[in-house]
């Protein structure tokens, strides 16, 4: 949550620091204790892979896509969902959020249930099966688990029909 919510953050660190006028040292620790750990999180649990930065023009180039391969309302498994946004095709209820698998990691299979939200094994239990007709593939995630869906694709003998710069679009044979 460092790195996703630090510009939220440092406003009201520095309006509480301004506030209570502490002096420097104290000030110093408290700086610190903020810094230190953001810097060690960004540098050792998160991933700044050139596949990690789409363009604007490609995601909705993916989303057209999705759109030509989909049926209307048709639930589909997007490694991020944000691709079905403005697309006549739905998420997956459980995967609405592509830290959805982070979550699940860290919490009991039966409060990922209760929480709605799919381990990454259980979405590639979904491939697998072929419970699913789309899936549209790219990794998303800045935290393990990682997305690898490339072999439950092959195995379930998924077809590639679109690759939109860093996405891949699968349909079932």
Do not use: C, M
């Not at 991020?80 to 830290?99: E, K, M």
């Amino acid at each position: 949550s460092y790195a996703q919510y630090f510009s939220l953050l440092v406003p009201f660190l520095i309006v509480g620091a301004l506030e209570l006028r502490p002096r420097l040292p104290i000030l110093v620790i408290f700086v610190t204790a903020y810094i230190v750990p953001g810097v060690w999180a960004v540098r050792h649990l998160v991933s700044y892979e050139p596949v990690l930065r789409p363009s604007l023009t490609s995601i909705r180039n993916v989303s057209s896509r999705i759109d030509a391969t989909s049926h209307p309302g048709e639930r589909i498994l997007s490694s991020w969902p944000g691709y079905v946004i403005g697309t006549r095709a739905w998420a997956l209820p459980d995967y609405t959020n592509q830290f959805a698998p982070v979550a699940a990691a860290k919490i009991s299979t039966s409060a990922a249930r209760s929480y709605h939200v799919a381990a990454e094994s259980e979405l590639e239990w979904r491939i697998r099966e072929r419970r699913v007709r789309v899936v549209v593939d790219r990794n998303w995630v800045t935290s393990p688990p990682f997305v690898h869906w490339e072999r439950a694709l092959r195995a379930a003998r998924y077809r590639l029909v679109a690759r939109v710069q860093t996405a891949a679009i699968y349909t079932r044979r």
